[in-house]
């Protein structure tokens, strides 16, 4: 007993080794049997619904163009199952198993060679049905004596052996169409052509082949198919990447220089990385959806990073020509290249699920994904210490990277940062973090970053800074920036990083003026006003900065009536030709227009902001009475403004917009922006 044991693990290590890429022809002959489980849903390549009917015509046309051709092979993704005494049983790959089985009868039938390989045939079997396993007996069988018809299927239907009740099994029925299907597509063959495809077909070279992947020794069981294959999905794409990313590892030794088994990518992320990701795993009671956000955001990531892609001539071919055609021009290598990861990265940013193996193309990439799972088993509830980032963060960059159904970049890049300082800092500190995180944050924000070709730019900075992230001012204030990426604000951290290089008593103010919930991060505009000469007055900073952060608390109409007083601030906002193209003007209404009207520096209303700040330092009280006492002694200059103070009027604008006659005499209030209809009040001034 001992000894049939033995010599069934020979059979089953060989079979192991044999079917990592092999033919069905070479499975029937390495296998005693393959078997479909009762449990498996029917066959379903052979249903004649409209979605089937296409599929099935263009599966079969890249069956037959792979057979006819001299140098091209067909792939067919991979077949997962468990060999137990050389039978193996599939978990996914049912129905192309069915379809080669019987594209392979087919040309057994057609060129005479049925009946000398019977056995090898009926080692393919059903047990879902009694009757589909007696179908496909019976096919091999007697298969050379049909009936009449005009059709394959009228004449098998119409053969002695064949049972009427066979007509009612859906699987029986869907391998009748497939061989009607198959015998549309060849019937104009000639023999000879048949008999040379059928020698091709059970060739040590075939045209058609598939790539095992043996799940051995886990028992398959009703429930772990119920599991897996009960909506007739084959294993999930993480499973399929999972399979195809272990096989390129191999074929490209990214781990030949590994000692121990438990340091392999195999072994880690089927235990030690799987234990991490539990914690965060969705309602499906799965972590194949963290994981593949996980791996395709660490993608793009290296994408913007290393700017290297995977070789392809086709792509590189398609490129160059789109861009020809677009641009009228020669177009560099670096361009074609630029371009297909600016596409690559766009993929994968709205399908994680892309991924590819390639993706990961040097083990350069390799190594950088490894590094960061292996990171985050320990830093994968970092937050920085007292450190607001706004809307990024929902629980922590990492649980936000992989659990929020679509990270977007600006976030993206924020774990990219945090990434670059675990992987840098050899000995982690939680205020050098923070201050790292700190920039990075105010960079981000106040930056563009919608698009693949903009994250390229942010991660390039980012990268750069990276070199100093352990003490990023010191960094900014001794080196010199290369990135041309969000200048102004690159520009503005250095400026605060020379300040608090200069004299720590700087960071404090600082901190606290940029983590304002208005500002965010972009504060030039207080420093400037700061400025005296080529130095920088702290005492004026502070002072001017602590007003401006109680008086702009509230972006409201209390404000603008302020403003108002100190000077005709409101900025040019087109013409409307409802009212006779007259000049529109707009006193800011959302938050979006004050921060672009402040980065622009409009040059009267940054004078207003600060004479009103000069107005407010010596008046005691809260926000609304130091407010309200500086329009109180508004002396009116008989200007529209008087009009637009008034409180009633300016509730009456809900969107702040306002239009003024070129000769001054009129002034309408706007209901909305657009004028329709009545929804204006005229004055004259």
């Not at 030709?577 to 402040?598: C, F, I």
Request: net charge neutral; glycine share 4%.
């Amino acid at each position: 007993m001992k000894d049939i044991e033995i010599e069934d693990k020979i059979v089953e290590n060989k079979l192991f080794e044999r079917l990592e890429s092999i033919s069905f022809w070479k499975l029937l002959s390495e296998c005693t049997k393959i078997e479909i489980p009762i449990i498996q849903r029917d066959y379903a390549q052979g249903r004649e619904d409209e979605k089937t009917v296409k599929i099935r015509g263009l599966f079969l046309d890249r069956l037959i163009k792979a057979i006819e051709s001299e140098n091209e092979s067909l792939e067919l993704d991979f077949v997962y199952g468990d060999i137990k005494n050389g039978i193996f049983q599939p978990l996914d790959g049912q129905q192309r198993l069915t379809t080669l089985f019987l594209l392979y009868w087919y040309f057994a039938y057609k060129t005479g060679n049925l009946s000398e390989n019977k056995e090898h045939f009926k080692k393919f079997t059903y047990e879902t049905r009694i009757s589909s396993r007696e179908f496909c007996n019976e096919l091999v069988e007697k298969g050379e004596k049909l009936g009449e018809g005009e059709t394959l299927r009228e004449k098998i239907t119409d053969a002695s052996w064949f049972f009427l009740s066979w007509g009612k099994d859906p699987t029986i029925k869907a391998m009748l169409v497939m061989l009607d299907s198959i015998d549309s597509k060849l019937k104009s063959k000639s023999p000879e052509e048949l008999a040379e495809h059928w020698r091709k077909l059970i060739s040590e070279n075939p045209p058609i082949t598939f790539r095992f992947k043996p799940l051995n020794n886990i028992g398959l069981t009703d429930d772990l198919y119920i599991k897996m294959n009960a909506r007739g999905k084959a294993l999930t794409d993480f499973e399929n990447f999972k399979a195809r990313f272990e096989k390129h590892i191999k074929e490209n030794e990214f781990e030949k220089n590994l000692s121990l088994t438990k340091d392999t990518f195999s072994h880690r992320i089927d235990t030690v990385w799987t234990d991490l990701f539990w914690k965060y795993r969705g309602d499906d009671n799965s972590v194949d959806n963290e994981f593949v956000k996980f791996i395709a955001g660490i993608a793009i990531n290296s994408y913007a990073e290393k700017q290297e892609i995977f070789k392809s001539e086709e792509e590189d071919n398609l490129i160059r020509k789109i861009l020809e055609e677009k641009e009228e021009k020669n177009i560099t290598d670096k361009a074609v290249i630029r371009e297909r990861i600016e596409r690559r990265i766009t993929l994968l940013f709205n399908n994680p699920n892309g991924i590819i193996p390639e993706d990961f193309p040097t083990k350069e990439s390799f190594d950088y994904l490894i590094s960061c799972f292996n990171i985050y088993l320990k830093y994968d509830e970092l937050k920085p210490e007292k450190l607001d980032l706004w809307n990024f963060l929902e629980k922590n960059l990492f649980r936000d990277f992989i659990e929020k159904e679509k990270t977007e970049y600006k976030p993206r890049v924020l774990f990219y940062a945090q990434t670059q300082y675990l992987l840098k800092v050899k000995d982690f500190n939680s205020e050098s973090f923070a201050k790292w995180m700190r920039v990075v944050r105010n960079i981000v924000q106040n930056a563009t970053i919608d698009s693949a070709a903009a994250y390229i730019g942010a991660i390039g900075l980012i990268n750069e800074l990276s070199s100093g992230c352990d003490d990023i001012y010191k960094f900014l204030n001794d080196n010199i920036i290369k990135s041309d990426f969000a200048t102004n604000q690159v520009k503005e951290e250095i400026l605060k990083a020379n300040l608090i290089e200069q004299d720590n008593i700087w960071s404090e103010q600082i901190f606290k003026v940029e983590d304002d919930s208005f500002l965010k991060g972009e504060i030039s505009f207080l420093l400037e006003y700061a400025k005296n000469g080529k130095s920088y007055e702290y005492e004026k900073f502070k002072n001017l900065s602590d007003k401006f952060l109680l008086l702009f608390s509230k972006r409201d109409d209390l404000l603008r009536r302020a403003l108002l007083t100190q000077g005709e601030y409101q900025i040019w906002d087109g013409r409307t030709s409802s009212l006779g193209w007259v000049p529109r003007y707009t006193l800011l209404y959302k938050d979006n227009e004050w921060k672009v009207a402040l980065r622009k520096k409009h040059a009267k209303l940054i004078e207003a902001i600060f004479n009103l700040l000069e107005k407010a330092k010596d008046i005691k009280g809260s926000r609304e009475e130091k407010l309200n006492k500086i329009i109180e002694k508004y002396k009116s200059t008989n200007d529209y403004r008087v009009l637009l103070i008034d409180k009633e009027n300016l509730e009456y604008c809900q969107q702040k917009r306002f239009c003024l006659s070129e000769d001054g005499k009129f002034l309408y209030l706007l209901e909305k922006k657009r004028v329709v209809g009545k929804n204006y009040k005229k004055h004259s001034v």
